[in-house]
Every structure is written in structure tokens, then in C-alpha cells.
């Protein structure tokens, strides 16, 4: 089964920056958009950052819009998250996801097929 697979979590101070990636488990895998959510201890899984693959069309989470950029090279390649400015109340575990269907809202959990283990981000303060 496809998996989506992130790195480049870790600790960083608040100010900091982070760039993590996404790629599926398997290649080539054709996907429609690609997204970043995150789950803080003890909170409900949020939207992040997702980017339509063709047309680079993104969406971003109102908190993290202005801080957070989220990229590919080409519609087939790997998807990035630059975080920037990071904040403490930005430490979660940030899953990535992939859909290979076109959907109208790529903001929406429910709309991903394939999931990634997830990789932890800690912001101190």
C-alpha cells in the first residue's frame, strides 16, 4: 500500500525554521494535490498548507499564512513546507497526504487517500 513518507522534523527555537518534505513510497504516483496537516497533544488534526501538483494553485491555514510556504518542482516530485517565524504553539506531528482524484476543497482531511507516519515538529520557546 502507498504511503507517503516525511522528514526534516526536529526541535528548534522559536524564531527558527524548518523544511520538511513529502514523497510517496512508491514511484511514479500520480496525485491531484498534495497537503500538510498537524496534531498537537491533546488537540484535533488541523489543516496546514496544501498545493494543487499541476497547477501550483495552494491553500494555507489562517495561522500559519505569511510563515509557512509550501512548493514542488514538478507535479510527480517530492512537496515541501518551509516554516518560517515558528512559533511554539506550532509543535505537532505534521502528516502529509496525497489524493490522486481531482477534489474542489484540497483543505480537507477526508478528501487524502494516502498518509504519511508523520514527523515531529518542537518549537521552544
Known sequence: QVQMVESGGGLV???GSLRLSCEPSARPLSRYATGWFRQAPGKER???AAI?????????ADSVRGRFTISRDN?????????????PEDTAVYYCAA????????TGG?????WGQGTPVTVSS
Open 110 to 114: 477526508d478528501k487524502y487517500d494516502y
Open 52 to 60: 494543487a501538483l499541476i497547477s501550483g494553485h495552494t491553500s494555507y
Open 75 to 87: 507535479a510527480m516530485g517530492p512537496v515541501f513546507l518551509q516554516m518560517n517565524s515558528l512559533k
Open 46 to 48: 488541523e489543516f496546514v
Open 99 to 106: 489524493t490522486p482524484s481531482y477534489v474542489i476543497d484540497i
Open 13 to 15: 527555537q522559536a524564531g
